[in-house]
């Protein structure tokens, strides 16, 4: 057999090893572009955290407009999370017979052993070397209690700086998940039709963010982060896009045509948000509330639209996000979310010390940023394979894999 007979058979038992690594379902309720949008928002808040933390120190050119808004955009990352998240969650509480208790014990093993894992070595290292994050607390008492906050994940909703710099969205996470189950069942909402609940959330969006903006008086000021909320509607969005979505013929709704509007109004949504950054980036109004309700109301109609452009089977997007490398980046994400800005930091210390890149900074970029890169990537491996894998994505039953493991892997092939 010649060599290259042999590649094909190389390169297919490498994938097949790579798919035993980041290969995290195979249910029949698996959504393979939800894996891909998921690698698409890890890859721009790495873009906003390696502008902050690698470019912006390495040199005064970096702080032009151009870079600060690129950082912006990259943060928006985050609000797309919440869109997902929104629509997982949600699914959840819906379900007749849904256990709460049940449901947040299933949600700490999903959070806290990665995130306990990272806080434990940020604390090690911050003891020796204060560097990547906040960690004011003086005394043993007065650190504790900054642990303890940190544990119950407290920085974020409240106005506390959070160790790992990042960890402030799991805040918002973790008040999603504490209220939204208790409201859909008071508000008896599994009663309610789907239009009807659509039109509910979809509803209290406006209402909201306008609240913000006519009387951004009536929320406090925060010195860490937004004290008016208004990215839980990025949560509300995604629990609109389930209901659109789970419709008896969701095809009916998202025809083709309708999908290109949906394409245009994305489009020009994140566009107005580009414009808008451009405009408005480090001028006052960029921190008001009243910003942050606009730039809210443009992300919420950008990110539902790329939603429901993807998530559907055979809808205008939902191929490209299948891709298998981004499919893998999605599933390892969280575990990329909570270690890549340590990684970023390290990488930080090292071109600190490096003359030639500081003389050639904007050669020196692209290099740093596939460096960085890679070496957030082999980190977030390590640590999704040693801690998030086996302990917070681990089969919920001891029953021996079925034949849908190998209908999903060819889907995913398929679709790579």
Not at 29 to 42: C, K, V, Y
Not at 335 to 363: D, E, Q, T
Not at 386 to 413: F, H, Y
Request: aromatic share 14%.
């Amino acid at each position: 057999m010649t060599s290259s007979d042999q590649q094909p058979r190389i390169f297919q038992n490498w994938k097949h090893r790579l798919g035993s690594w980041y290969e995290t379902d195979f249910g029949p309720s698996r959504i393979l572009p939800m894996e891909g949008l998921r690698g698409f928002a890890i890859a721009l808040v790495f873009l906003c955290h390696f502008q902050i933390v690698i470019l912006s120190p390495l040199s005064e050119s970096f702080h032009a407009r151009f870079f600060l808004v690129m950082a912006q955009i990259g943060g928006t990352g985050v609000d797309l999370f919440f869109v997902l998240s929104g629509m997982l969650i949600y699914r959840a509480a819906l379900k007749p017979g849904m256990k709460y208790g049940k449901f947040l014990l299933r949600r700490v093993e999903r959070i806290f052993p990665t995130f306990v894992a990272v806080l434990a070595l940020y604390i090690v290292v911050l003891e020796f070397t204060h560097f990547g994050a906040h960690y004011d607390a003086v005394g043993f008492r007065a650190q504790s209690l900054y642990i303890v906050e940190n544990l119950l994940l407290l920085p974020g909703v409240v106005d506390l700086p959070a160790i790992i710099s990042a960890a402030w969205s799991l805040s918002y996470e973790f008040a999603f998940y504490l209220t939204i189950p208790i409201l859909v069942l008071l508000l008896r909402m599994r009663l309610w039709s789907r239009r009807s609940r659509a039109l509910f959330w979809v509803a209290i969006i406006p209402v909201y963010l306008l609240l913000v903006h006519s009387f951004p008086h009536w929320f406090h000021s925060s010195e860490n982060f937004d004290g008016s909320y208004v990215r839980f509607t990025l949560f509300l969005a995604g629990m609109a896009v389930e209901e659109i979505l789970t419709s008896s013929r969701p095809e009916r709704l998202l025809t083709r045509p309708v999908e290109w509007l949906l394409f245009i109004s994305a489009g020009f949504a994140f566009g107005v948000l580009v414009l808008t950054e451009s405009r408005t980036v480090g001028l006052p109004i960029h921190e008001s509330p009243q910003y942050a309700a606009v730039r809210a109301a443009l992300l919420v109609a950008a990110y539902t639209c790329l939603a429901l452009l993807t998530l559907r089977s055979g809808s205008l997007l939902s191929r490209l996000f299948s891709n298998t490398p981004l499919r893998w980046t999605g599933n390892i994400s969280y575990s990329f979310y909570l270690i890549h800005g340590f990684v970023l930091n390290a990488v930080a210390l090292v071109v600190a010390h490096l003359s030639g890149v500081k003389a050639n900074p904007h050669l020196a970029a692209p290099v740093l940023f596939v460096l960085a890169w890679a070496a957030a990537f082999a980190t977030t491996t390590i640590l999704f394979l040693a801690v998030e894998k086996p302990w917070s994505l681990r089969p919920r039953s001891k029953r021996a894999p079925s034949p849908a493991i190998g209908t999903a892997l060819a889907q995913a092939e398929q679709a790579g």
